[in-house]
């Protein structure tokens, strides 16, 4: 590697020899590390083509050397401790002195290199500093060769910052720089997932010797090299379908709930790679990942968890595992253009993307999303979109700007699961309350799952049932509980609506559970009957996917009710409501008349004839999903700082119930007590601070900001903050609100006794 330093000036190579890039390395021995990374990448297949690998190595080569200036010695050698606005200059900028024009067969080639070493750090706006420290930039680099950079320097290389080339040398330098400077890998390989999915069919197949791909997982592995659609119903193996197309690649697996990545990234971690070199092979990118490798990654000596565990969830941030199972969000930020984007923007060029489920996002995650996803194509990356339901109108959207492989029949059958009563009413407890009776007197299968489009509804339905059935016998779950009592049901609800028993006969029940949305996708349950809101015919049809899931139970009656009355208020109005009016008048209409058994193919043909662009013209969903595509489109480069982005636009603060404190307390102040004043290693300390989330919820910032007015007011109780660590600003507040078996709910602060129990 070394003879590709021989383009600079033999003093240059001497003193990057001498000065320090970092307190334990020169500057020489760290251009060789981003070297010898970007020679990994190539090995690896990531970088093709010749004239952009032998770009970023110039990238390389001279994207430090500016740190050879003697006020930045000075500080990397500990000689002086803070930088120095008046004496010095950030070293990109300095960096940009030592490119040499003729090192370049073009002037576009040279400005592409300029750009990438200039812009590789964002202290501050370099074009700015570059005018205004003229001066002082001369002085510090008088005693070096360098070479002159023109004042029209900035309008040509503002015109080629997006060139597609100019993206992936920057983000290849990014992505070798950080590797490097961190120690990790820049790439782990995928040489594992095709032979790891072969040995898992070999194991199928000796169970049971007629196994093998269906058609879907085979239509997969055969368009591999495709962008492709494929239209699955449930049960199918969307997953193992998603990972065949993936192949030896590098892949991302996105899906729209925490809870279903979870699930997959276990699956995949043990019954596909056995659990075998995972922190090579796997990574989860959610905001919480850290905390799920914690509790769900047990390694035999307790020390190398330690240091296993937090080094490999460095590595999945930095995006060096070969296969990552990823919320939307993690990936699909860079469309915003921050500074550094590029890394991500790179590393997708060469990866092959999988979006499960596509049509469960609303129309702002939708424009983000297929705007990444044109952005992935044209950089050479593929994409494959999987879903049980695919609307014409997303259809539409996803097909103007990409040409796509797909099986037009879809991947389903005639086979009827489900029974369909349509009632046009508001949901209510009597006819839940009367179906269970009638089940449990004629001694029928008599799993009851209620789903409902508000927690307020799934709360006033629980309230009103407990009166009239036993408690053992009914339960609720929403995203208002804490994450302790969350898992916990979570786990209930999963063992109650499981299929078989331990006999492998159907599993025979008595009881009622109502929920929300989260059930849609998240959960593997398979309930006997389906009490539901009507919602889009997406979301509806998941819900039903939650009732006989396998197919297996009688379906000649009745086993799926729809009320298509809802609380009006939940409808987009203006800024106002959750459900999309158009796609709800739509659904309403084409489900109405519906009543009987329905196929799975009946469901598509719905969702194909009613769910249409013509239909959908001027809806508040398609006309929110243009206004942030073209806004999205129109982004210029860096005008944006990455922790000012939040994809998922979630408006919520974490809290702790003041009951829940209450109930805690002890166990609470000893977590606490141990995060302030205990010598804690990283590892303990973000277990602790885990344990102590347990007891906590996130709530609209509406209701801290009514609990924080009544507080000052004397119309609540003043609650403490539970501190995190030593530093101030590092807690979680606790609120006075009513918590019980129903979950959370506000309260009105004038209403409140002061003298009531409202706690447990």
């Known amino acids: 590697m070394e003879d590709k330093l021989n383009i600079l000036d033999k003093e240059i190579l001497e003193l990057i020899n001498l000065k320090m890039a970092k307190p334990d390395k020169t500057i020489k021995q760290h251009t060789l590390d981003l070297l010898e990374n970007l020679y990994k990448l190539k090995q690896l297949g990531y970088i093709n083509d010749n004239n952009i690998y032998e770009l970023v190595e110039k990238a390389c080569i001279y994207h430090d050397i500016g740190k050879i200036n003697d006020e930045f010695q000075n500080r990397v050698t500990g000689k002086s401790k803070k930088y120095k606005q008046d004496k010095e200059v950030v070293h990109n900028i300095l960096s940009l002195y030592f490119i040499n024009i003729n090192n370049f067969n073009s002037l576009e080639d040279y400005l592409k290199v300029s750009h990438s070493v200039l812009n590789h750090h964002n202290y501050c706006n370099n074009f700015d500093e570059m005018s205004e420290k003229e001066q002082l930039i001369q002085s510090l680099l008088s005693n070096y060769k360098t070479y ?78 495709e962008n492709i659609i494929a239209v699955a119903q449930t049960g199918m193996g969307k997953t193992e379908a998603g990972l065949l197309w993936i192949g030896n690649n590098k892949g991302f697996f996105v899906l729209p709930i925490r809870t279903a990545i979870n699930a997959i990234y276990d699956r995949v971690r043990n019954d596909i790679l056995n659990n075998k070199r995972v922190e090579e092979r796997i990574a989860i990118l959610h905001s919480s990942s850290l905390e799920y490798y914690l509790r769900n990654i047990i390694n035999d000596n307790v020390e190398k968890e330690e240091i296993d565990l937090i080094n490999y969830h460095k590595v999945g941030k930095q995006w060096s595992i070969p296969l990552n199972i990823s919320t939307m969000d993690q990936i699909f930020d860079f469309v915003y253009k921050y500074q550094g984007y590029e890394l991500k923007a790179t590393t997708l060029s060469y990866s092959k993307v999988v979006i499960d489920e596509i049509q469960a996002y609303g129309p702002d995650l939708l424009a983000y999303l297929i705007c990444g996803l044109e952005q992935i194509i044209e950089l050479g990356g593929k994409i494959a979109i999987l879903t049980a339901t695919l609307p014409p109108f997303i259809k539409d959207l996803l097909k103007k700007n990409i040409n796509f492989k797909e099986n037009e029949e879809g991947f389903t059958n005639n086979i009827k699961r489900h029974n369909l009563k349509v009632i046009n009413e508001r949901i209510n407890s009597s006819d839940i309350y009367d179906k269970y009776i009638e089940n449990k007197n004629l001694d029928k299968n008599n799993k009851v799952l209620v789903v409902t489009n508000t927690i307020k509804e799934a709360q006033k339905l629980y309230n009103e049932l407990q009166d009239l059935v036993p408690k053992e016998e009914i339960n609720i779950l929403h995203s208002k509980f804490i994450r302790k009592d969350r898992l916990e049901k979570e786990r209930e609800i999963i063992e109650f609506g499981r299929t078989y028993d331990e006999n492998k006969n159907i599993d025979k029940k008595n009881g009622i559970w109502i929920s929300t949305s989260i059930v849609e996708a998240s959960l593997d349950i398979d309930f006997d009957y389906l009490f539901t809101e009507i919602q889009e015919l997406n979301s509806l049809f998941q819900r039903l996917g939650r009732c006989n899931r396998k197919g297996e139970k009688d379906s000649s009656n009745y086993n799926c009710y729809i009320y298509t009355e809802i609380d009006t208020a939940n409808l987009t109005n203006g800024d106002k409501g959750f459900i999309d009016k158009s796609l709800y008048d739509l659904s309403k209409k084409a489900i109405i008349s519906y009543d009987g058994q329905i196929s799975e193919k009946e469901k598509l043909k719905l969702i194909e004839t009613y769910l249409t662009t013509e239909n959908l013209k001027g809806s508040d969903y398609i006309i929110k999903y243009r206004e942030i595509y073209e806004y999205i489109k129109s982004v210029p480069p860096y005008k944006f700082e990455i922790e000012k982005i939040d994809l998922r636009n979630i408006l919520s603060e974490e809290i702790i119930p003041s009951p829940v404190y209450e109930k805690y307390l002890e166990e609470i102040e000893e977590i606490e007590h141990k995060l302030k004043y205990e010598n804690l290693s990283i590892y303990q300390r973000i277990k602790l601070k885990d344990e102590l989330r347990k007891y906590t919820l996130s709530v609209h910032p509406n209701d801290i900001r009514n609990y924080e007015r009544a507080r000052v007011n004397s119309k609540a109780i003043n609650y403490r903050r539970v501190c995190l660590s030593k530093y101030k600003n590092d ?28 706690w447990w």
């Open 731 to 758: 807690f979680i507040k606790v609120i006075e609100c009513e918590y019980d078996e129903a979950g959370y709910k506000r309260i009105n602060y004038h209403d409140v006794k002061r003298n009531s129990n409202i």
């Open 148 to 225: 002159k950079v023109k004042k029209s320097i900035k309008p040509k290389i503002a015109s080629i910052v997006e060139n597609i080339e100019s993206i992936k040398i920057k983000g290849y330098l990014h992505k070798c720089d950080y590797s490097a400077s961190s120690g990790h890998e820049v790439e782990y390989p995928n040489n594992f997932l095709e032979s790891s999915l072969y040995e898992l069919s070999k194991k199928w197949k000796s169970d049971n010797n007629e196994v093998a791909w269906n058609e879907l997982q085979k239509f997969c592995i055969e368009n591999r090299d």
